[in-house]
Nanobody, 130 residues
Framework: QVQLVESGGGLVQGGGSLRLSCAAS???????????MGWFRQVPGKEREFVAS????????YNDDSVKGRFTISRDNGKNRVNLNMNSLKPEDTAVYYC????????????????????WGQGTQVTVSS
């Protein structure tokens, strides 16, 4: 069974940086390398929102406008990992961050809706102080 486990969240001052990592288990590296991966975030009382996604090869990356130029998504298919480097963090980036995987057939590389994805991690809290 596929499991996604996030790590790397924490408390950081505004302007600082964090690196989130997501480890996928229950599948081979070859299988992992076939799937689109993404990061979403959610604050209490609001819907979960798209942050970034990365194609199976890593060559196609999509970021929400709110994080462009500050966040970078990457993947290591040999290690079944996807990362999110977050720089110039702002208080409004405070949220629980979720790693997600799309295992359905993908005719595209760009998926930004919650129901586009099939597996989710448990989330990791990121808090940015002002």
């Amino acid at each position: 069974q596929v499991q996604l486990v996030e790590s790397g969240g924490g408390l950081v001052q505004g302007g600082g940086s964090l690196r989130l990592s997501c480890a996928a288990s229950g599948l081979t590296s070859i299988t992992f390398s076939q799937y689109v991966m993404g990061w979403f975030r959610q604050v209490p009382g609001k819907e979960r929102e798209f942050v970034a996604s990365i194609s199976w090869s890593g060559r196609r990356i999509y970021n929400d406008d709110s994080v462009k130029g500050r966040f970078t998504i990457s993947r290591d298919n040999g290690k079944n990992r996807v990362n999110l480097n977050m720089n110039s963090l702002k208080p409004e980036d405070t949220a629980v961050y979720y790693c997600t995987m799309r295992t359905r057939d993908s005719g595209s590389n760009y998926y930004k809706e919650v129901n586009d994805y099939d597996y989710w991690g448990q989330g990791t809290q990121v808090t940015v102080s002002s």
